[in-house]
């Protein structure tokens, strides 16, 4: 009697096994056909067409995707962030296209992946599969010289995958690690970027590198006060859990104020040098409403300082008061609610109300040449806490300066400007440029008494012709108020 043959379609093990040939095949197929069509495809379909693939054939292996996007609604996604900059560093020879950029100001290049690239990465044997991918969508329409046109956007993402048994590794260990690598690479060869703001319209910020050589030590400042500012940032940023301890957000508030050419703005740069953080220059007049400003708020990163130049005359914040005043004036004359600009209320809300809890370790500066303009309600503390005069040259200012720019510690003249310099009104910026026109101590420190005798005798002509204009004001009122009595008799 003759054995039939065993029916392999009831057979469990032959199922999977032709399954996983099937798979095998349709995966080699798709491979092969993805690099043979991919020269013909324009780039900004390959993102979509190849994603998709991927995702139908995910279906067939036991694995996870996790997308990560460039922003997370206004802000920016800081797991993107440093998924750029690790992998930048992980760069292998398996990786057939690459990125290259360089700024002018710096001696390295910039390696990235390009779009649609793969790379493999393995962390405590766990294999992770990274793809970027990058594709122009349209984001709306809009009218160019009479001509309506479809506007364009890049939209980037990061596809990570692995095995899902490893799930909780790749999220509680793996993308930890990742961010505090990125962190590491980041302040070893972080080239600090100042950002402006309006110039890629309402709401959007502009990065050039900062090169600012302003440090410490080379500000003619009190010593006193600058070693006060410096123990205050080191303060600052070793209490990140201290801060999240009494509840408040990760921040501090500086106000700097004095006449104009005291080293405002250099100090600024000092302290970005010193803690390297990005600065971010903050143009209020340049926004049409306090959305703006929040958006432009939630795009700044950690560890940065936020600078607002010139408070007192960027713009014309009005009182809370006033403010609902005016909105209530506007919506009974015209019937609708108008766009205002940038408001006291809303500017407040933005340094101390919860919006100013979007980003940690930031720093925020305001800048004035006359402090008895501003509305009390910026200077409490909490909004600024420190308050730094910054004042007329003085005589250790002058010491450094002269270190720093004629190279001499020691000099015969040193005493009679050092005299002259705490008597006149002369600012840093003045004493700087004296000594600069000349590289010959002794020509450079004669030309700095000359300027300072004539600065102190035209400061003098100054304070008399007030003083005189005040005299004559006082006698013009004096004798109206005489002739309006006499009038007054007069009539009666």
């Known amino acids: 009697m003759v054995t039939p043959p065993p029916n392999d379609s009831k057979n469990p093990i032959a199922v999977a096994k032709a399954v996983l040939s099937a798979t095998a095949s349709v995966t080699a197929s798709v491979m092969v056909v993805q690099s043979v069509v991919r020269?013909?495809?324009?780039?900004?379909?390959?993102?979509?067409?190849?994603?998709?693939?991927?995702?139908?054939?995910?279906?067939?292996?036991?694995?996870?995707?996790?997308?990560?996007?460039?922003?997370?609604?206004?802000?920016?996604?800081?797991?993107?962030?440093?998924?750029?900059?690790?992998?930048?560093?992980?760069?292998?020879?398996?990786?057939?296209r690459m990125r290259v950029t360089k700024s002018p100001k710096e001696n390295h290049f910039n390696l990235a992946m390009d779009r649609n690239q793969?790379?493999?990465?393995?962390?405590?044997?766990?294999?992770?599969?990274?793809?970027?991918?990058?594709r122009r969508v349209k984001s709306g329409n809009r009218v160019h010289q009479d001509r309506k046109s479809t506007a364009e956007h890049e939209e980037q993402y990061f596809e990570l995958t692995f095995d899902k048994k490893h799930r909780e590794i790749a999220v509680k260990s793996y993308l930890p690690f990742l961010i505090d690598e990125a962190k590491s690479i980041k302040q070893g060869k972080k080239t600090l970027k100042l950002y402006t703001s309006?110039?890629?319209?309402?709401?959007?910020?502009?990065?050039?590198?900062?090169?600012?050589?302003?440090?410490?030590?080379?500000?003619?400042?009190?010593?006193?006060?600058?070693?006060?500012?410096?123990?205050?940032?080191?303060?600052?940023?070793?209490?990140?859990?201290?801060?999240?301890?009494?509840?408040?957000?990760?921040?501090?508030?500086?106000?700097?104020?004095?006449?104009?050419?005291?080293g405002k703005s250099s100090l600024v740069a000092a302290m970005a040098n010193y803690l390297n953080f990005d600065i971010y220059d903050l143009e209020l007049s340049g926004l049409w409403s306090n959305a703006d400003l929040r958006r432009l708020l939630v795009a700044t990163m950690n560890q940065s300082i936020l600078v607002v130049e010139d408070i007192d005359c960027t713009i014309q914040l009005q009182d809370r008061k006033s403010e609902t005043q005016a909105a209530n004036m506007n919506l009974m004359s015209?019937?609708?609610k108008r766009r205002d600009r940038v408001t006291l209320s809303g500017f407040l809300n933005f340094i101390d109300g919860l919006w100013s809890s979007c980003s940690d370790e930031r720093i925020i500066v305001f800048t004035t040449n006359h402090i008895e303009k501003l509305d009390p309600a910026l200077l409490r503390p909490g909004r600024m806490d420190l308050h730094i005069p910054m004042s007329y040259c003085t005589p250790c200012g002058f010491r450094l300066l002269a270190s720093n720019y004629l190279g001499i510690n020691h000099h015969e003249l040193f005493d009679q400007i050092e005299s002259a310099i705490t008597t006149a009104r002369v600012t840093p910026a003045e004493v700087a440029e004296q000594l600069m026109k000349c590289d010959e101590p002794e020509v450079a420190l004669g030309d700095m008494v000359s300027f300072l005798v004539n600065h102190k005798r035209k400061e003098n002509e100054e304070v008399t012709?007030?003083?005189?204009?005040?005299?004559?004001?006082?006698?013009?009122?004096?004798?109206?108020?005489?002739?309006?009595?006499?009038?007054?008799?007069?009539?009666?």
């Open 39 to 96: 020269p013909f495809i324009p780039p900004e379909f390959q993102g979509f067409l190849f994603s998709g693939i991927r995702g139908f054939l995910s279906r067939f292996h036991n694995e996870m995707t996790m997308v990560i996007e460039q922003y997370d609604g206004y802000a920016q996604n800081e797991l993107f962030g440093a998924a750029q900059v690790f992998l930048a560093a992980k760069q292998s020879l398996s990786m057939t």
């Open 118 to 134: 793969m790379l493999v990465d393995t962390f405590h044997g766990v294999k992770l599969k990274w793809v970027f991918v990058s």
């Open 198 to 262: 309006g110039s890629n319209g309402p709401g959007a910020w502009s990065p050039v590198n900062l090169d600012h050589p302003a440090t410490f030590q080379t500000l003619a400042m009190d010593l006193e006060l600058k070693k006060k500012i410096v123990d205050d940032l080191d303060r600052f940023v070793r209490r990140k859990e201290y801060y999240r301890r009494v509840g408040k957000a990760w921040k501090r508030g500086y106000l700097l104020y004095g006449p104009p050419g005291t």
């Open 334 to 336: 015209t019937g609708h």
């Open 465 to 492: 012709e007030e003083r005189v204009g005040r005299s004559q004001l006082v006698e013009e009122n004096g004798r109206r108020e005489e002739e309006s009595s006499e009038c007054e008799l007069l009539e009666e």
